[in-house]
């Protein structure tokens, strides 16, 4: 049983499907917050950050140049953190090309287009006691929202955060204020070694154990999830990117071959996700 | 107050704004009420159930986009069932799209949609992903008039021939769907196009070409179109690059009857409720009492009295 | 260092970048060293000379250019009387380009033109404003054999055959031009469109309809290029929305051997001579001895092991 | 004998032609002057303010706009005023359409890209005393550096500016500066009517007269000059415009029909001009 009617909704029939808005927020602060980092935060209209943890919006990049290429399509950005009374989103962007360059560059009081939210989040339950978020790069972005949830709900996150070195290791503070057990491995010191992510967790639930598992940004510890999933027999949740176009389900542009039900279908990571259940997705 | 109606052949629309076939799913209830659309046209849909092309399936060019889809299917017994029900709950005219490999195919699966609360029926003889190469049947006048008389000869809903860009002479086209007994023109689907990533030397779409949309074919289709209306009699609708009202005036203006927006919808999901009230408004401002006056307004322009300015 | 020779037919460039035809006169020699440059190509002219169209001649689109400059020419005899020596005098490989309405006058004026110091001739058998309706000799294989093979017995100079984009199967036409005779192609001129002012409901254009350029049409002349090249064993001069050294590298790469800038000129004089040193710089960074290595990368790619990523 | 003999090396053979730049100026300022009218200062590269009164810049107007129109092709403006010295140049536009209003949402430090000087200027005489310069709206963006010229080489110069509304007299002071003699008419008192601009021009020639008639920027007042010209005997020249793609005389579009030696040709305002002669140009 989700713990978030607003991902109730999303179910068809009876229940009315979750709205979703095609407007502009306004840019409150986009800061450089470590190397290619940026964090943007915009004041929305009314109802459209009423959003759940991995959850996502399409941004219209523009960019001032005639002369250049241009992104022509919106991107999708994982929500970092929403607050619906105070209509706030806050967006933690790595800029990897055309669309997010374009994106460093707007300022305080400017208009970006925004679409959403869109997308399947992660499912919490009411029952579990205890979580385990194992986040690397950007996928912090994605998965902040979810501590922030379990601990609404009173379900303890332990937080295995990795980057590439100690300064990129982005919003550590918020897991924490989110009453997370958070630990850090970079690759600098090899840390970050699958071997030793695979101690870190196998203690961790020994101590305590895991009723789900959440990861997002890294393909290897996908599949050490994956794995380690299927022999504690703990359910998990991963949550995706694929190149996008519509965002909602309308142009079949961003299909991953998920396995469900015994067979390979490929489905639309902005409608059937961005989050899939571990075991439904391969590692590649 | 605009009268936004317009006439296709036999079927009145309310207004001449819908979607083009693949750019829009029922999803689009979840940003606005599709309902005050003039009418919808889902994806195109095939007998079998196919699973389309390898990813990536979309690149950006420069005000354009190139999709190599390759129209997955869940097949026409899947349609009939689950999707169809749905589309005709919008209670606005529903227009099948239909993609077939021979013309028996496309005279089949017609048969079989032409069921009670279908509209009518697109045929998508234009898709440039589906034969080799990108040949398609509306690429000669020949394949084009074989192709809709077996369709007419299938059923007696409305047809809408949507043709294909990729062709020398797509005014003779028109005419052979014409004289099949097509009973409109969709003008027209995606330029047969491709984009290399200049790091790994590789195709950018999974499927090597694709098919190009968005304003940066406007000027191309506005031309087939305004050649298209003056070579026949049955209505024609726009399909290419509209991205706001002034593009379906400019369209209507070169003949056109109606207007389908296609990438728009991916850039701005409300842009079809935008441009609806934008047509409107425009109609209004210049004391057009019928959308309709705007159509074939070049057409019928004398020509400019001097042109050195 | 890189060499960034390449060979056309007999012709040996210093390197693959020169002027599209009409993009580019003796006038950009004020702006930089001509020189530098791997070849020249002068506006197309012809035997007679016409005034061209009406104004406006060209109109803005999405990433594009529409003009109906209407091949202005002071005729054969003055240009080769006053505009050819300027031209001889650059130092660097000189190729007419010439047009005609019929094959004869098309043998007559490459004739006449075959002139010590010209390094070869461009054939325009594809500009759209020429012949009614845009209709050109290059929208059809067996037209275009007629008039390359009459064009090859009137002279011993290389022949560059510009074709035209605004056919059904551009494969076959390069291939119908490479058994004519000609030494290469030029892949392609502008694809027919138009542009409606929606205030007036005029044509943009003084002409009503225009050739359109620029980055809007890349994507589908990439796609051209690549089909040709696999279908004719002549070298292909890519045309077609090139504005950086990177779209370069996407045409050669998709099998072209060097590459003519057109729109480009007009946003920004300066750019061909930074096509080249940033071309320079891309072959340099990747270890690229020779430029040649680019030509045709993507054709010789095995299909990507796997393309669902 | 033209005084400035940077437009003497337009002229082919022998002299070497004038270098045309295509590079980026900083933009010094930009303010909204009065109505739609604004005033841009750029500092540009060694060389590229080397100009003459009547040439012109293409500027490249970027705007921020993925989802609207952009302008494709620059945007010709005319000098308002030049500085080699100092590498200023200065310009004075009108917004009416989608260049102009790009342009003028460029800020302090900004780069925008220019191409110049293009086109053949103005010509004074050394001989010429007097000269009349009629200027409407944009137009005294245009003939503004001419009165500067021709002060500096003792010259007077007599002006009428004309305009809509007195608060849209631009550049008055930059006239009077100069040292001409100006007179302002506007259309919301009526003085600026034929008749009177005519009988202005019948009293200032017949007290001192004219050697040379320049104008800018009215068809009206272009075809009264015209006429003056021949029943008095003044030549004179003007600035026309024509929509254009090079700038350079490259592309033909902007040909305009042009009476030279009996007959009409289609010559090239980039080219050819902007500035012609005053009995070469038909009103229109
Ligand atoms: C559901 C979802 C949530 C995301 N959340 C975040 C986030 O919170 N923070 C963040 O920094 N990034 C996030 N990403 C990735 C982000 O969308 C890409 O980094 C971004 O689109 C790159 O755009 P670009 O123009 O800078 O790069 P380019 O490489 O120039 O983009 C070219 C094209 O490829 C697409 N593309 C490139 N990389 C990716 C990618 N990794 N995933 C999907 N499409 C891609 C672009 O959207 C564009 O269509 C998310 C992606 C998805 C699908
Ligand atoms: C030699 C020359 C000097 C000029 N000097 C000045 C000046 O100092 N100050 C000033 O305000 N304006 C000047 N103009 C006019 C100015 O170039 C146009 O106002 C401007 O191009 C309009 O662009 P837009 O995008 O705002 O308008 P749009 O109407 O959107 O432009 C559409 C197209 O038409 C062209 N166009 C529109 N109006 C004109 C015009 N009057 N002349 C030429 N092309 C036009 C544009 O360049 C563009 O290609 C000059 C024009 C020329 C030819
Ligand atoms: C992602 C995508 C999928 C499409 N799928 C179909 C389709 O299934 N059937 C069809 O007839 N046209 C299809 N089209 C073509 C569009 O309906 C439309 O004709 C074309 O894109 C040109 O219009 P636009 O520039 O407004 O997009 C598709 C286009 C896109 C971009
Ligand atoms: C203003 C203009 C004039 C042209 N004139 C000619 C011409 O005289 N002969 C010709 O073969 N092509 C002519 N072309 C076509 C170009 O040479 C080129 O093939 C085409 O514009 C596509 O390249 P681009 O996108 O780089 O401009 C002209 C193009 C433009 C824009
Ligand atoms: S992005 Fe369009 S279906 Fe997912
Ligand atoms: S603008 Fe190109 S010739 Fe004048």
Chains 1, 4 share one sequence.
């Not at chain 1, 919106?74 to 055309?98: A, C, N, V, W």
């Not at chain 1, 919003?171 to 690759?187: H, P, Q, Y």
């Not at chain 2, 979607?19 to 689009?28: F, H, K, R």
Request: proline fraction near 6%; charged fraction near 20%.
């Amino acid at each position: 049983m989700p713990v978030h009617d607003h991902l109730a909704v999303r179910e068809r029939g009876g229940v009315r499907p979750q709205p979703i808005f095609s407007d502009h927020g306004r840019v409150l602060r986009n800061d450089h917050v470590a190397g290619e980092y940026w964090h943007m935060e915009l004041e929305v209209p009314n109802g459209m950050a009423d959003a759940a943890p991995g959850q996502f919006y399409q941004m219209m990049c523009e960019s001032r140049a005639t002369s250049g290429p241009m992104p022509f399509l919106r991107r999708p950005m994982s929500i970092y953190h929403f607050d619906r009374q105070r209509r706030r989103l806050e967006f933690l962007y790595k800029i990897t090309g055309l669309g997010t360059t374009a994106l460093a560059q707007y300022r305080c009081g400017d208009l970006l287009g925004l679409v959403g939210p869109l997308g399947v989040g992660f499912r919490l339950q009411e029952l579990w006691k205890h979580i385990l978020i194992v986040a690397r790069g950007v996928g912090l972005a994605t998965l902040a929202p979810l501590a922030e949830a379990a601990h609404q709900h009173g379900i303890r996150s332990t937080v295995i955060l990795s980057a590439r070195s100690p300064d990129l290791l982005l919003s550590k503070d918020r897991f924490l204020k989110n009453g997370a057990a958070v630990s850090v491995i970079v690759d600098t010191d090899r840390s970050s070694d699958v071997e030793n992510v695979e101690r870190l967790i196998r203690g961790f639930h020994a101590a305590y154990p895991f009723d789900a598992f959440f990861t997002c940004g890294s393909n290897r510890l996908l599949k050490l999830l994956k794995t380690l999933s299927r022999e504690l027999n703990v359910s998990g949740q991963v949550a995706i990117e694929q190149q996008m176009a519509c965002g909602l389900g309308m142009c079949f542009c961003c299909v991953r071959p998920i396995e469900r039900g015994g067979r390979i279908e490929q489905l639309r990571v902005c409608h059937d996700g961005p989050v899939f259940a571990l075991e439904e997705v391969n590692s590649w | 107050m605009v009268n936004m109606a317009v006439k296709i052949g036999s079927l009145t629309l309310q207004n001449p704004i819908m979607p083009g076939s693949g750019c829009c799913s029922d999803e689009i209830d979840r940003v606005y009420d599709v309902t005050q659309l003039g009418a919808f046209v889902p994806k195109s849909i095939e007998i079998v159930p196919r699973e389309g092309n390898p990813v990536p399936r979309v690149a950006e060019t420069p005000q354009g986009l190139l999709n190599s889809i390759g129209l997955p299917t869940y097949g026409l017994p899947y349609f009939l069932q689950h999707q169809l029900p749905v589309y005709l709950r919008f209670g606005i005219p529903i227009v099948v799209s239909v993609s077939a490999g021979t013309a028996e195919e496309f005279a089949s699966i017609c048969r079989q949609v032409s069921l009670p609360g279908v509209a009518g029926i697109e045929i998508n003889i234009s898709c440039p992903n589906k034969e080799e190469g990108g040949r398609a049947f509306a690429m000669g006048a020949d394949s084009t008039l074989r192709v809709v008389k077996a369709i007419r000869e299938a059923t007696s809903k409305p047809i809408w021939a949507k043709l294909t860009p990729n062709t020398g002479d797509i005014a003779e086209v028109a005419v052979a769907a014409e004289a099949g007994g097509a009973d409109a023109l969709v003008v027209a689907n995606t330029f047969l196009g491709m984009a290399i990533d200049t790091e790994t030397f590789r195709p950018k779409l999974g499927n090597i070409t694709g098919g190009l949309s968005g304003p940066a074919i406007k000027p191309i289709v506005v031309r087939m179109v305004y050649q298209c209306a003056q070579a026949v009699r049955i209505p024609i609708i726009a399909s290419g690059g509209i991205m706001n009202a002034a593009d379906v005036v400019e369209y209507m203006a070169a003949g056109a009857s109606a207007a389908q927006v296609g990438t728009a919808n991916f850039l701005d999901p409300a842009v079809m409720p935008k441009i609806l009230s934008d047509l409107r408004k425009f109609c209004q401002d210049r004391g057009f009492g019928n959308v309709t006056e705007l159509i074939g307004r070049t057409l019928r322009l004398e020509p400019a009295t001097t042109l050195v300015a």
